[in-house]
């Protein structure tokens, strides 16, 4: 019987999309099914890569169910620890760091730094139903720091101000980070004072974080704000200071101070842009002042909203768009006083959401990329705590290899692929990342990484005992492909990828082999006779184009 | 928009007609310099040097005879006089940068002075948009300025290449990101190459049918970036097979790296025509020199990078009979302010110089120094001497051959010719007077409601316009060709806040501003 008919018996075609991008929808509660297909999608924008549990959960639990878990609150979790340190004694493997000072015997930085950037990669591996390291992702790109700041505790407490509110008040927030020691180093706000007012953070404050940078209305006239507006703000924030940078003191913690004679006491006069508001002396809570001051700007809504749309839905804005879900958000946004649960739960239950047009153009980030075939296919992290954090720690390398280094991001204005017009999410994909992304799978699937004693690798055999009829190799392919790529192949495609697991033998064959092995798993050749021509089809399938997408 | 659609109707019509002319059909022809910009024959390759972050020409360029001014408002980052090389009598440069000196000496190098745009914006990513669009500042343009030229080229592409005619890419990105200055219509036109050596072939998936919707689109995209990998991935690996160094680079520098990879793949035989490196770590707010050691510090290291680096790139083309064949330029997105900040660093200003080096580049210092005033306010950058978009038309014009009408469309309708080029082989000459100083003088000066210039013209096509201190065009005073000789012009301030301002007197390649204060 010819392959390719029986095939097309038992795939369904997927149904021809109809009106591209004209968008119909907004932000009315989504009313549809509740299928794999749509947890699938949530799961897949509010978490780094859903497993077959978690979408097994969220199908049987409800839309709703699901939206709640995703918010839950957690707590924070345990401190980044040593690891792999030798036996340097000022180092012992295991022991926490955040509140330690430095030492002239021993480079106490490097270390620490692996720590943290291993600690964020465990987060994200064992993240679950949760919602809070994709927003810490998201604040992470939007407040950007880098590694100038070396003191990797400031880079510690930094994150941790914004997983403790990464889905709660954005005002609160913007206050919090303007003071933050990290930030202070990073945008020079440590060195603005009366004397020489530097404007590196009020020009960012304004232009990224907040307001947004409108068109050129004229000279110095951004339209939400102007270059006044910029110099006198700098001038508001004049007086922080950080403490405790890379100290050797054990008495002196990190954290910001203001100091009332670096501070600008005189009055600060704004553009029409806000008002014509002056800021008069309020000491330690004229920043706060300023932040209250820049809020009552509906700019100010309008502008994070566009950015949490392009990083849950579409970079491509349009007017329709504009109209129906960029603006009724940012309304919600300033009646619920800038809580931001409310309306990333509105937008992430909406129609708009699970609008066919949005499913799966979101091109993965390297991040994704990577996480999403170890989680996905059930590479288990290890128990050991030092096996953990290497390879927590592989992963770091490999998605810094691909221009997404954690806690160093290259632009002030974040990563390109959430601002840079007309290629937003395409940013991440050239030649240089395609060979990347190629090789990383390639090594996963293959000989694997030996960051430690445990190597980092999928075991496809064991993957495919998770799955619900893996001797059947037709509905095999066809649950692998729903939970790793965004939406159905094309039946040529799957005939392809079938054709990389069983090349040139009908289908009973792999049910025979994978049966005998089921029977015998302790046939070593058999074994490695099935796992090389898993290893063929996962490196098919995994260089698909359609692998990119999310 | 207009001007956009045009271009790509008119190649359009020329690529699809059925007729055939002198008997050549015309899509032939239309891969000839008869309907593109791009003269076949023309080997000439262009390198860009991006220094991101925002370079302060005022340490990397030296006005000697403004010492004075230097010592009022940036005493703290100030290179001591003795030790700066001099260029000319008047123009030295950054110790750091001493390959710019020996290459200048030698005729190989150039420098345009103050170069910038009107109405200069101070963001980083919103002032390299500018630079590598070549956009008015208050318009955004999508594509880059050399992608916009290569539209005019190959209508088509991406679609349909690479192909037997152009096996090669036409421009490569030394690193991570493409360059913005590569974006096409429908494409960039850079490829981005890390290491030329480990370019290993991607298995591509088995292509179906796209849905007209935005999952099919990011698809498709996708689809044609990974084929794209793959096609020029050969070449560029047999041309870096094929290719060789003739000088040990240094090891420690990122540009050293990325440049070696330049001179390695031109050697080898790829017929790109455009590559960009760059250097990042500009963005010199604090600690731009060391506290007492005003030679160390960021910028210092920064500057003898780039010096290492351009020595080491131009000795390897010259041995290997190269180097006429090859011009680099650098650019940043900004100039920094006039004056320091109190930790040793400057913020984000307005112009600064570009550098060009090769043996087909002027030796000369197109430009007059900045007047360094030591009552100048604290956000004053140095004020715009040339347009950028006349540095990049004029490399279009005297480099690929571009002609002057279509550097025109490409960039803005005002170009101005620079004669950065010389001759060198067979490309267009010139000989254009740069460097006569403009007699420009202001009085009074200081004013309190406006003031008269006097300035000597020969007869030819000026620009005379007044900027405020933050660089943004106040007002065109005149744009028209006036009879030789000595003029007068009242110009009125009455209705402008008190403040510097400066007059900007262009006529063709040369230059003068002229600073005057309002009370």
């Known amino acids: ?550 | 928009m207009k001007r956009r659609n045009f271009l790509k109707a008119a190649a359009g019509t020329a690529a699809s007609a059925p007729f055939v002319l002198n008997g050549m059909p015309l899509q032939t022809l239309a891969q000839t310099a008869l309907f593109s910009g791009i003269d076949t024959e023309n080997d000439n390759i262009l390198v860009l040097i991006q220094l991101q972050g925002g370079n302060d020409g005022l340490n990397t360029i030296i006005p000697l005879d403004q010492y004075a001014g230097l010592a009022a408002v940036r005493s703290n980052i100030m290179i001591p006089e003795s030790t700066v090389i001099p260029l000319t009598d008047t123009v030295g440069v950054h110790p750091g940068l001493s390959t710019l000196h020996a290459l200048f000496d030698d005729g190989k190098a150039g420098v345009v002075q103050a170069v910038g745009y009107p109405n200069q914006n101070r963001s980083h990513f919103r002032s390299m948009d500018i630079w590598t669009s070549g956009s008015p500042a208050e318009e955004t343009w999508a594509d880059g300025w050399l992608g916009r030229y290569l539209d005019t080229c190959f209508t088509t592409y991406p679609e349909g290449y690479p192909n037997t005619e152009h096996p090669h890419p036409f421009a490569i990105t030394m690193g991570g990101n493409v360059s913005e200055t590569c974006q096409g219509w429908a494409a960039n036109y850079c490829m981005t190459v890390g290491d030329p050596f480990s370019l290993t072939p991607l298995l591509e998936g088995e292509p179906g049918a796209l849905p007209a919707t935005p999952y099919g689109d990011e698809l498709a995209f996708l689809r044609q970036s990974i084929a794209q990998a793959n096609a020029y991935g050969e070449v560029i690996t047999e041309a870096a097979n094929n290719g060789t160094n003739r000088i040990v680079y240094p090891e420690d520098s990122s540009l050293a790296r990325q440049l070696r990879n330049v001179a390695l793949l031109i050697s080898g035989g790829l017929q790109t025509k455009i590559y960009v490196v760059s250097l990042g770590g500009f963005d010199t707010h604090a600690d731009q020199v060391l506290e007492d050691a005003p030679l160390g510090g960021d910028h210092a290291q920064l500057l003898k990078q780039l010096s290492a680096a351009v020595r080491s790139f131009q000795l390897d083309l010259e041995r290997q009979g190269l180097e006429e064949r090859v011009v680099s330029m650098t650019f940043s997105e900004f100039g920094r302010r006039i004056r320091s900040n109190a930790s040793r660093g400057t913020d984000h200003g307005t112009a600064s110089p570009m550098l060009l080096f090769g043996p087909c580049v002027n030796p000369q210092v197109l430009g007059e120094n900045p007047e360094i005033d030591s009552h100048l306010g604290n956000s004053e950058g140095i004020p715009m001497q040339f347009d950028f978009r006349d540095v990049y038309g004029s490399i279009l014009v005297d480099w690929f051959g571009v002609e002057d009408s279509l550097v025109r469309s490409l960039l803005y309708q005002d170009f101005t010719y620079l004669p950065v080029i010389r001759n060198c082989a067979d490309v267009a000459t010139s000989t254009v007077d740069t460097q006569t100083a403009i007699v420009l003088e202001a009085f009074p000066n200081p004013c309190r409601s406006g003031f008269t210039l006097e300035f000597i013209t020969l007869g030819e096509h000026l620009r005379l316009s007044l900027f405020d201190a933050l660089s943004a065009e106040v007002r065109v005073l005149a744009n028209k060709p006036l009879p030789a000789g000595r003029h007068r012009l009242q110009v009125d301030l009455s209705r402008l806040p008190a403040s510097a301002y400066f007059v900007r007197l262009q006529m063709g390649p040369r230059v003068q501003t002229q600073r005057v204060v309002k009370l």
Request: hydrophobic fraction near 40%; aromatic fraction near 10%; charge should be negative.
């Open chain 1, 1 to 550: 019987m010819d392959r390719r008919s029986l095939l097309a018996g038992r795939f369904i075609p997927r149904q021809p999309a109809t009106t591209p991008f004209l968008v119909t929808t907004g932000l009315e509660p989504y009313p549809g099914p509740w299928e794999f297909a749509q947890a699938a999608h949530l799961l897949r924008r509010t978490t780094f890569a859903p497993t077959k549990a978690m979408l097994s959960a969220a199908v049987n639990q409800g839309l709703d169910a699901t939206i709640l878990q995703l918010f839950s609150p957690l707590p924070l979790p345990e401190p980044p620890i040593y690891f792999d340190t030798g036996d340097e004694p000022l180092i012992p493997p295991g022991a926490p760091w955040i509140d330690d000072p430095y030492s002239s015997e021993a480079d106490l930085v490097q270390p620490r730094r692996r720590s943290l950037q291993s600690w964020t990669m465990q987060l994200i591996w064992q993240e679950g139903i949760s919602i809070r390291e994709n927003l810490c992702l998201f604040w992470h790109n939007h407040f950007a720091v880098d590694n100038n700041v070396e003191d990797p505790r400031l880079h510690y407490r930094y994150i941790t101000t914004i997983r403790t509110q990464a889905w709660g008040n954005f005002r609160q927030l913007v206050k919090d980070i303007t003071i933050d020691p990290c930030m202070l180093r990073f945008l020079n706000g440590n060195q603005n004072d009366e004397q020489s007012p530097n404007e590196n953070y009020a020009r960012e404050l304004l232009e990224l974080y907040t307001v947004g940078k409108g068109a050129a209305a004229g000279p110095g006239d951004y339209t939400t704000f102007t270059e006044q507006d910029v110099a006198a703000m700098a001038r508001v924030l004049t007086g922080w200071v950080d403490t405790g940078y890379l100290t050797e003191d054990p008495a002196e913690a990190i954290g910001a101070t203001f100091v009332p004679e670096r501070h600008d006491p005189g009055a600060k006069q704004l553009s029409p842009r806000f008002n014509q508001a002056v800021l008069t002396d309020t000491g330690e809570q004229e920043y706060a002042d300023l932040i209250d001051v820049i809020f009552a700007q509906p700019a100010v809504a309008t502008h994070i909203c566009r950015k949490l749309y392009r990083h849950f839905v579409y970079y491509k804005i349009n007017e329709a768009t504009e109209a129906q879900v960029i603006a009724p958000l940012a309304q919600l946004l300033i009646e619920q006083d800038y809580e931001l649960e409310p309306v990333l739960q509105t937008l992430l239950r909406s129609t708009h959401f699970f609008d066919v047009l949005n499913l799966g153009p979101m091109i993965k980030h390297p991040l994704q990329f990577v996480v999403a075939p170890i989680k996905q296919t059930g590479i288990p992290l290890p128990e050991d705590q030092e096996e953990r954090y290497h390879h927590g720690h592989q992963i770091y390398r490999l998605i810094a290899g691909m221009g997404m280094a954690y806690f160093d991001i290259p632009e002030v204005a974040g990563w390109k692929a959430y601002y840079q017009p007309p290629l937003y999410y395409r940013n991440w994909i050239n030649a240089i990342t395609l060979h990347q992304r190629s090789d990383v799978v390639r090594r996963l699937v293959t000989s694997g990484y030996t960051p430690g004693e445990v190597p980092l690798r999928m075991d496809p055999l064991a993957f495919l005992e998770t799955l619900d009829n893996a001797l059947e190799p037709v509905s095999m392919i066809a649950e692998i492909v729903q939970l790793l790529l965004p939406l159905h192949l094309e039946l040529g495609q799957l005939v392809a990828l079938k054709e990389l697991l069983i090349p040139g033998l009908p289908d009973f064959e792999w049910t025979v082999e994978y049966g005998s092995y089921l029977a015998d798993p302790t046939d070593d050749n058999l074994r490695q006779a099935l796992a090389s021509k898993l290893e063929d089809f996962f490196l098919g399938l995994f260089n698909m184009a359609e692998f990119h997408l999310s």
